[in-house]
């Protein structure tokens, strides 16, 4: 048997590497997606006072700190059994917005972006963002870094700080906003709209209107038929701060619809004994193994799966798009993997449009923002959608406030058994007897993860922050017969 090695894996946070196994007709017989790295960031939380949990869980990751800074803040908002008062609620949501569109910008420019903008057979050393402002020209690059800048310019109002936010705590927020600093949010804005409007436009013009792309996106190796899930609001619209999680079958059906104190009625999570990270799956179906189907447990919880659970958007100019979406792919649900992308510049103008609306509500300059704690402690869980998967903490804590238990299922983690199946059937697909295997097929097998926007540093927490990979090939005796190395 032969080995092909991808390690490291490139353009996600994290650490993980795959392995390859080929039969001896040259066929793919197997992979793995390994993440070889240990987590246990909530076992060194117990003992801590919860409330400091909102700032100590942005440390997890660089990348989506916004995302732990909120659903920390809402599992603590549970433990205390207090309600937050509106303004409070409008600017948690007004940030979390304006981050959703910053992150889902990040991932598509920098991160998916270079595989079709540049080409997934274009040289390695132009997959990247560079590549991406050679092909596009600098104008685009500028509007790409300008987003960021706006969007780390309001955080930082929001939030207190641009990365790992201190804001939020239990019963609300520590900060308001007066009315200068909501006329420069607004401005702020309205750019974000457009620049949501601008993205779906790059989207159509160079995915959409390659042949070749569209094959690829509709590609049997790019399909796979599971379980959706995403948060939603009271009409089954997409909620990325708030509501309950929705999850509907491979033919778009609800499966269960559950509020967040639920959530161990409804997942579960396997262990595989070749990495360190878990497998949830719906423990209603049970965990299947590796496969496709309504009989399989597993699930995506993606951009895609999002809109898959949902019966719509939340903001009109978004809705026009996700009819566009469903209308162009052949209706409810989709389930080929690439289109991830396209429901991520969706979600970005969804999420621009959001905190539009919100940054223009009366009570977003409110005063009333924290209902100041008095119950004794106890148990609480807050979920929140990251840009790259359902978010959930779980806090048990003694009378005092004093954390004796925490559970964090990450956005990544849910996808962790879709993303190994994604890979499986993309080498399958692209590896045959005789094939010489190329970057460029290796970089095209790394398509079928990047679409998730994996995060492992969320989950594993790598000290240079990179995403090295590894692909080996081996023979029937598991000997590596060819390693191939990224750093």
Request: aromatic share 8%.
């Amino acid at each position: 048997m032969k080995q092909i090695k991808i390690d490291p894996i490139t353009r996600l946070e994290g650490h993980g590497k795959i392995d390859i196994f080929l039969n001896d007709d040259g066929e793919v017989a197997n992979t793995y997606f390994q993440i070889p790295e240990l987590r246990g960031f909530e076992q060194f939380c117990v003992g801590r006072p919860v409330e400091e949990m909102p700032r100590i869980t942005t440390r997890i990751c660089g990348v989506c700190p916004e995302a732990h800074h909120m659903a920390s803040a809402k599992a603590c908002d549970a433990v205390f059994h207090v309600e937050i008062p509106p303004t409070a609620k409008k600017l948690r949501e007004l940030l979390y917005n304006v981050f959703y569109a910053g992150d889902h910008t990040t991932h598509f420019y920098a991160l998916g972006g270079p595989d079709f903008v540049v080409g997934p057979d274009a040289p390695k050393a132009q997959r990247n963002i560079l590549g991406v402002v050679a092909k596009v020209g600098l104008e685009v690059g500028g509007k790409v870094i300008e987003m960021r800048r706006r969007t780390q310019e309001v955080i930082k109002i929001l939030g207190g700080k641009n990365t790992h936010q201190v804001t939020s705590l239990p019963g609300g927020v520590s900060k308001g906003i007066n009315e200068e600093e909501r006329k420069l949010i607004e401005e702020h804005c309205k750019w974000f709209v457009d620049f949501g409007k601008f993205t779906i436009q790059v989207f159509n013009d160079i995915v959409l209107k390659n042949k070749a792309y569209v094959d690829l996106i509709l590609s049997d190796m790019f399909s796979m038929k599971i379980y959706s899930m995403g948060l939603v609001d009271e009409k089954n619209r997409v909620n990325f701060y708030d509501g309950k999680v929705r999850v509907v079958d491979p033919d778009g059906k609800e499966f269960v619809k559950y509020s967040p104190n639920d959530y161990l009625d409804v997942v579960s999570e396997h262990v595989e004994p070749w990495t360190y990270l878990k497998f949830p799956f719906l423990k209603k179906v049970g965990w299947k193994g590796f496969v496709e189907g309504k009989d399989s447990g597993i699930y995506r919880a993606t951009p895609l799966s999002r809109l898959n659970a949902a019966d719509g958007m939340p903001t009109p100019a978004a809705q026009e798009e996700y009819d566009r979406m469903y209308k162009t792919l052949g209706g409810k649900p989709v389930h080929a993997t690439l289109a991830t992308h396209w429901a991520r510049t969706i979600e970005l103008l969804s999420a621009a449009e959001m905190a539009l609306d919100l940054v223009r509500d009366p009570e977003i300059t409110g005063t009333n923002i924290r209902a100041i704690p008095t119950a004794t402690p106890t148990e609480g869980v807050g979920i929140v959608e990251a840009p790259r998967g359902t978010l959930t903490h779980h806090y048990i804590t003694d009378e005092k406030g004093i954390l004796r238990k925490a559970n964090l299922i990450v956005g990544t983690t849910n996808n962790y058994a879709p993303i190994s199946l994604s890979i499986n059937k993309a080498a399958r697909g692209l590896i045959k007897k005789g094939t010489t295997v190329t970057d460029g097929i290796l970089n095209t097998v790394e398509m079928a993860f990047r679409a998730y926007d994996p995060c492992f540093g969320c989950a594993t927490h790598t000290l240079p922050g990179q995403m090295p990979l590894v692909v080996n090939i081996r023979n029937k005796d598991g000997e590596i017969i060819q390693e191939i190395k990224r750093n």
